[in-house]
Structure formats: C-alpha cells, structure tokens
C-alpha cells in the first residue's frame, strides 16, 4: 500500500512555469513505477508521463515533449513534474500514480494502482 500526496498546482499565465510534486508513503518508494495524468474539465483522464524505478527511464505524451519533465528523489520519496511554456490546453487536474509492477512503462489508468488526490493547474491565456 502506499499513499499519494500532490502538491504545486495552481493559476499561471501561458508561458509561465509551474512545479508539481508528489510525496509518497508507505511501502518503499523506489518499488514503484511512476507517472503522472491529467484530466481536462469534460474530458477523460489522460497520460501525461512516466519514470521508472530507478529514474533511468521515461516516457512522455507526445504534447508536453521538450516542455514537461519528470524526476523523482528515491531519498525523499518524492517524484516532480517541471512544466514549463504551459499552454492553456494543459490545463485540468494532475494526478500522480503509482505502479507496483514497474517493470516498463505504461501509460494506462488501470496499470496504476494508487493515486493521489489531484492538484489544480489552470494556465491563463
């Protein structure tokens, strides 16, 4: 088991840059394949990207490459997404997930098992 607590969510301008971050606790961290999903206001939950265990691997939706990056502190437990030259299309809540496979990335809803709570991004145009 292990709960998911994001943070850095907020209301920025187009262009502008945001940090989102995601504690863990409960099993060990470094278990888990991560990543992040959005959802949209009327939309479906969507993937936005993944790391693997060991920080080695990711994997991004087409739309946020060269402009989102995922990370994540094994120590700390914690995994971030830097969002820069955000759009207002990205707009809508940020999920982070956790995979208790992990062997590979994937980018599915149901190959995650736990989520967090979502935290808000609005980016103004």
């Known amino acids: 088991q292990v709960q998911l607590v994001e943070s850095g969510g907020g209301l920025v301008q187009a262009g502008g840059s945001l940090r989102l971050s995601c504690g863990a606790s409960?099993?060990?961290?470094?278990?888990?394949?991560m990543a992040w999903f959005r959802q949209a206001p009327g939309k479906a939950r969507e993937f936005v990207t993944a790391i693997s265990r060991s920080g080695m691997s990711t994997s991004y939706t087409d739309s946020v490459k060269g402009r989102f990056t995922i990370s994540r502190d094994n120590a700390k437990a914690t995994v971030y997404l830097q969002m820069n030259s955000l759009k207002p299309e990205d707009t809508g809540v940020y999920y982070c997930?956790?995979?208790?496979?992990?062997?590979?990335?994937?980018?599915?809803?149901?190959?995650?098992?736990?989520w967090g709570q979502g935290t808000q991004v609005t980016v103004s145009s």
């Open positions: 409960g099993r060990t961290f470094s278990s888990y394949a």
């Open positions: 997930a956790a995979d208790a496979w992990g062997l590979m990335l994937r980018r599915l809803e149901n190959d995650y098992e736990y």
